[in-house]
């Protein structure tokens, strides 16, 4: 009897927590910030991810928070690829809890590929990834709805606003504009543990794998945001997923900020600052480059950014 009841006690309080994260909202909007600092797409690039917090000024030689009240938001993507995904959601953990001591705020964002591993699905999980966990069942406990790593990542947002900012890893189709940023969320985060798929709002129409947004063709961009954008009251949209750089997509309305820091992907560790309504592109190897984004007329077509998982 006892083999019985103990599995079915432990069923009980792994669905229990998970079902804990979705069932309250979680804070997703603010104001009044004076000072954003933004981060694409980590994927467990550790130096290369302190180097873009250093060069941003959020974080000093030590590792430790000297953005006072700036907000950090990693849109997504921290794990997965790189070697040092643990190293990096530590980081992340410890600043938060500086932060706000500081008066400032840290929000880890959902991409894909955290939806991925915490449904048990290591396309792109490195040998070095599984070892820090110490194997892959050790990756799968620290990641699942009662793991320090799963508990942390449930209770995380996939889109957020600051201001007149959205922030999302792929973008919002139109189909899910209707939903308030509190459904949205909730919804995200309710479906984690119901098995990997990729249809649905977790799928490649979903929030987190979008890449309608950074399309070459300004206006179909300017179109396919057109109905998130008044839902959500706000003027431009950060969003990582694609591996394109920093770059400004529908006249200014949508930057893309994932310039494949991984070595891998060989691209450069780079971060978005927002202050004062100046948009800047800081690069810890050259110089910083202030984008355009204000709003203009244009319809140049050309061929989509190009797509990676």
Not at 45 to 72: N, Q
Not at 114 to 124: A, I, S
Not at 197 to 226: E, F
Request: a positive charge.
């Amino acid at each position: 009897m006892t083999r019985i009841i103990l599995p079915l006690i432990a069923f009980y309080l792994l669905t229990a927590a998970s079902r804990s994260f979705a069932a309250a909202s979680v804070p997703n909007t603010w104001t009044g910030v004076e000072r954003i600092v933004a981060v694409g797409d980590v994927h467990g690039a550790y130096d290369e991810f302190v180097s873009a917090l250093s060069a941003a000024g959020v974080i000093d030689a030590k590792g430790d928070w000297i953005g006072g009240r700036t907000h950090l938001v990693q849109t997504g993507d921290i794990v997965d690829r790189g070697d040092h995904s643990r190293r990096c959601m530590d980081l992340m953990m410890k600043l938060e809890t500086q932060a706000a001591a500081a008066g400032g705020m840290v929000h880890q964002l959902l991409g894909n590929h955290e939806v991925m591993v915490m449904q048990h699905t290591y396309l792109y999980t490195s040998a070095s990834d599984f070892a820090s966990f110490g194997g892959r069942s050790g990756l799968k406990s620290a990641l699942g709805p009662a793991g320090r790593y799963g508990r942390w990542l449930r209770s995380r947002n996939a889109v957020i606003k600051i201001n007149d900012v959205l922030f999302v890893h792929g973008g919002i189709p139109g189909k899910y504009a209707s939903r308030s940023l509190d459904e949205l969320n909730d919804a995200i985060r309710s479906r984690i543990d119901a098995g990997w798929s990729l249809g649905g709002l977790l799928g490649r129409g979903g929030p987190l794998w979008y890449r309608g947004w950074t399309s070459k063709n300004a206006s179909s961009v300017a179109d396919r945001c057109k109905d998130a954008f008044a839902a959500y009251d706000v003027q431009h949209a950060v969003v990582g997923h694609t591996t394109d750089g920093i770059a400004t997509f529908g006249s200014g309305r949508v930057i893309l900020i994932d310039s494949a820091m991984t070595p891998d992907l060989k691209g450069e560790p780079s971060a978005l600052v927002i202050e004062k309504g100046v948009f800047t592109a800081v690069y810890p190897a050259r110089a910083k480059e202030a984008l355009n984004v204000h709003y203009y007329r244009a319809n140049v077509a050309a061929a989509p950014a190009a797509h990676r998982p």
